[in-house]
């Protein structure tokens, strides 16, 4: 029998597996979760679905179905953590094989154009600095294999591929490619002359450029990651955690949406590298010479990135808080039992659109904490949204002057707003 069971456990958690408990199957088990979650939101949205004993009343209706999607909406939320930790574990692989294809790339390249002019050393010390500097990110992504590969110290806290640090690792990379090169080819060199030429190669009146946008990115990376820390500790950005790193997010901001900063940088760095290179393959024996035009164009890109994470967010804020009347109400005060809708600005922090981020908004009214309550419409919610958001007011508030303040997904707390509660 424990045998049979042991068999069945292998093949439940075979390639074909949902239940998202293992890495073959996790993709599988979100992708169900999913699509139960949105079939589910899409009936409520319109009217079906509804037990007999709720649908009698609309604020228990609301209730009841508010409560069924957070709870399928987690989960989707613990499967898309499955799927996102079985993707990382398998990332480590896929960054190796590019590397390596990289190096297999170069050495093709390097074989079509010695036709008619030869091989030479150069080559070999490119060749070889290739396979080091492969070397080297092979035995990283081993070491990182749970974490992202080689792509490890280029994912953010908030579980995004950060573009500054993206940036400054391509810059680091290739400054120590180059640095390599010069290193095999002073080791092959077999005069004083040649060695004399190739350490002269290293001198900083050649390199400026290059060095001067190295160290600039670099420090943009650390200082980015300073600031954008400071900011989210003083509730002056919000900042929600991805499920997993995309290369969309290099382009874009937490909500995905292309952002400009972030491509003129990325855009203007990968040309500049691209000429970099382009400049070592034509002189291999120094430090590419960076033109001082170019060098100050990255730098104007880099200083105009740091401003955009310097204009980035802004805590969410409270404008009013009005009686949330339906048609037929008569206008009256706000009692205990009325719903209230709360207009402002931040509540939904970018990338918390999802249902399960949605479900963690509250709103404390007084010394009562009230959950925000999840309203389908076809393809998404009618609230909370960014701007507003529609909650009532339980009983146990006291009448009387009382605040209200919203507590987003983020865990980022509003202005308090005061207002009048009636019996």
């Known amino acids: 029998m424990a045998v049979q069971e042991a068999r069945g456990g292998v093949g439940a958690h075979g390639g074909g597996c949902t239940c998202g408990d293992c890495p073959h199957g996790a993709r599988a088990g979100h992708r169900q979760a999913v699509a139960a979650f949105l079939l589910k939101r899409d009936e409520f949205a319109a009217g079906r679905g509804l037990p007999v004993a709720v649908a009698h009343s609309a604020s228990a209706s609301r209730q009841w179905v508010s409560e069924e999607l957070t709870q399928s909406a987690e989960l989707v939320a613990e499967r898309g953590r499955a799927e996102g930790e079985a993707w990382l574990a398998r990332l480590w692989r896929w960054t190796a094989y590019t590397v390596w294809s990289a190096v297999v790339l170069l050495l093709l390249v390097q074989a079509l154009t010695a036709v008619g002019a030869g091989w030479s050393s150069a080559r070999t010390a490119g060749l070889l600095a290739a396979v080091l500097v492969a070397g080297a990110l092979t035995a990283a992504s081993w070491l990182h294999r749970g974490r992202g590969g080689a792509l490890a110290p280029v994912i953010g806290e908030d579980n995004r591929l950060s573009t500054s640090r993206a940036v400054a690792a391509g810059w680091v990379l290739f400054v120590a490619y180059a ?124 200083a105009t990135y740091l401003a955009g994470k310097y204009a980035d967010g802004g805590r969410p804020v409270v404008l009013s808080v009005v009686r949330a009347r339906e048609a037929g109400d008569l206008d009256a005060p706000i009692r205990t039992g009325d719903d209230i809708e709360i207009r402002g600005a931040g509540f939904v922090p970018p990338g918390a659109q999802g249902a399960d981020r949605l479900a963690r908004m509250r709103v404390r009214i007084g010394a009562v904490n009230v959950h925000v309550p999840l309203v389908p419409v076809t393809g998404g919610f009618s609230n909370p949204t960014d701007t507003a958001l529609t909650v009532p007011v339980p009983a146990d508030v006291e009448p009387g002057r009382v605040e209200v303040q919203v507590v987003t997904a983020a865990g980022v707390e509003t202005n308090r707003y005061t207002i009048d509660v009636t019996e």
């Open 179 to 302: 640095v390599l090169v010069l290193a095999g080819r002073l080791a092959a060199a077999s005069n004083q002359t040649e060695r004399d030429a190739l350490i002269s190669g290293l001198d900083l009146a050649r390199g400026a450029g290059v060095v001067t946008v190295l160290a600039v990115v670099c420090g943009i990376a650390v200082l980015v990651r300073r600031v954008v820390g400071l900011r989210v500790l003083g509730q002056r950005i919000q900042k929600v955690r991805a499920d997993r790193p995309r290369a969309a997010d290099l382009l874009t901001d937490d909500s995905g949406r292309g952002a400009f900063t972030d491509i003129q940088y990325v855009v203007i760095s990968a040309v500049a590298l691209a000429f970099a290179a382009v400049r070592l393959a034509r002189r291999p024996d120094q430090l590419p010479d960076l033109p001082w035009g170019l060098a100050v164009v990255v730098l104007v890109s880099a």
